[in-house]
């Protein structure tokens, strides 16, 4: 029951809010209308950096469903709006915990940081006050369109938490998981609501996902400031320094504090 309710908060905070914001903004005669998607219209890896002509959405769960039904009801809009889409990755920036939390628990505790295969899956993020700045820009375009964001220069997993792990001078080494038994037992962990992994993270653990974003450079003159590992070694180092006063957190939401480990303790124990 309680997924249900879950399910109808998720599709009417992203569907019906939207449809009403626009119908608001309308009314008021506001015309800048900048909606922030997802990379999630996508179930997996397309083979090559994701491009918005080229490539047609194909959402499996219901978070991709619903933001990309809120991307069309928008379309019905654009004589009134000018309604910018601008679908973005994973946000980071200081201050983003979750799963993430787990990483760094692993590195500043000296302990093994595991990937899942090689660890040579390429997944983008965005930092937060890239994707701000590309929003006043939307706003300021004066029409619409369809921009896909993320940073530059993406690098292996593998090779981004090398990278945070020697600037923070931690003696953590970064090993690999075989994936397909790995991935099965995730799911399983998750089935039995063992582990706070769901079907999202695998994606960024396991698989690669990286927007082409030339279009925004060129026609918004945008572009990021920070790579992948600048911005995890931002998120890391805000870690370490709060570490104490983050683990006292409860009120808070689900991304400024710190996900509850459940089975993946053990792999700390045997690290």
């Known amino acids: 029951h309680g997924m249900k309710m879950d ?3 998720l599709w009417t905070s ?18 800048p209308f900048v909606f922030v998607s997802t990379n999630c219209l996508w179930a997996s890896n397309l083979g090559h950096p994701v491009h918005e002509e080229r490539d047609v959405p194909a959402p499996i769960e219901l978070y991709g469903k619903s933001k990309l039904a809120a991307e069309q ?5 654009t004589d009134d709006l000018d309604v910018v889409i601008m679908r973005c990755p994973t946000i980071m920036d200081a201050g983003r915990l979750g799963l993430l939390a787990i990483l760094y628990e692993f590195i500043d505790d ?19 006050e890239d994707l701000a700045t590309a929003c006043i820009l939307a706003a300021g375009y004066g029409k619409s369109d369809l921009f896909h964001i993320g940073s530059d220069d993406v690098r292996s997993m593998r090779e981004v938490y ?7 001078g931690s003696k953590s080494k970064v090993r690999s ?16 609501r063992v582990s706070p992994l769901g079907p999202y993270h695998y994606k960024m653990i396991a698989e690669s996902f990286v927007f082409d974003t030339d279009r925004i450079k060129q026609r918004l003159g945008w572009k990021p400031t920070l790579t992948n ?8 180092k805000y870690y370490a320094l709060n570490r104490k006063e983050i683990g006292a957190r409860t009120n808070v939401s689900t991304h400024r504090k710190p996900a509850s480990m459940g089975i993946i303790r053990l792999l700390k124990w045997i690290s």
């Open 229 to 236: 590992e600048e911005m995890l070694l931002r998120a890391y």
């Open 162 to 168: 090398e990278s945070v792990i020697r600037s923070a």
């Open 110 to 128: 000296h302990k093994t940081v595991w990937v899942v295969g090689e660890g040579d899956n390429r997944y983008q993020f965005i930092y937060a």
């Open 177 to 192: 998981l075989p994936k397909s038994p790995t991935i099965a037992a995730m799911m399983l962990a998750h089935k039995l």
């Open 73 to 77: 009801l928008l379309q019905e809009f």
């Open 14 to 31: 992203n569907v019906d809010a939207t449809r009403l914001l626009a119908e608001t903004a309308r009314a008021a005669g506001v015309r």
């Open 7 to 9: 399910e109808h908060l």
